[in-house]
């Protein structure tokens, strides 16, 4: 990953993860939400340009339905989406800072140093995630 000296909205956002995801690994997302934003989408690749590579994560925030929907694409077929949260997060206009943890079973996602969720891995080798993309109504202040 690299960190991005300025601030800039995003449209679309792909870093490499270098060597692929492993456990203990945290990947760290800074931004500035826009002042009416729609959605916001973190999604971890096993293959950035290859559109029907697996999915490892997709998480998709909607504003208006206050929702965070997780998912995962393996063999070009998207499992059961996951909608439950203890809350939601995040704020029109306002910073967030967004971590997400691999662990040996699971990813967990905090926001602003609280967990949001967790997601159980489906892909069979972590390693295999090798970049994160990021799209939506936001600019982003680091990404590392």
Not at 67 to 94: L, M, V
Request: charged share 25%; glycine share 6%; proline share 3%.
């Amino acid at each position: 990953m690299t960190e991005n000296a300025h601030s800039v909205k995003v449209e679309e956002y792909v870093g490499e993860i270098k060597g692929g995801m492993k456990p203990a690994m945290r990947l760290t997302v800074m931004g500035i939400l826009s002042h009416k934003p729609s959605s916001l989408t973190v999604s971890l690749l096993c293959n950035p340009v290859d559109p029907k590579a697996d999915i490892a994560l997709q998480m998709t925030v909607n504003f208006q339905e206050r929702s965070i929907i997780r998912n995962a694409k393996i063999a070009e077929e998207w499992g059961t989406e996951e909608k439950n949260i203890q809350y939601f997060p995040f704020t029109a206009g306002e910073h967030f800072k967004m971590e997400i943890l691999c662990e040996h079973q699971q990813i967990r996602l905090l926001v602003d140093g609280h967990q949001l969720c967790h997601f159980a891995h489906r892909v069979r080798q972590i390693k295999t995630v090798t970049a994160l993309k990021i799209t939506g109504d936001v600019r982003l202040t680091k990404v590392a």
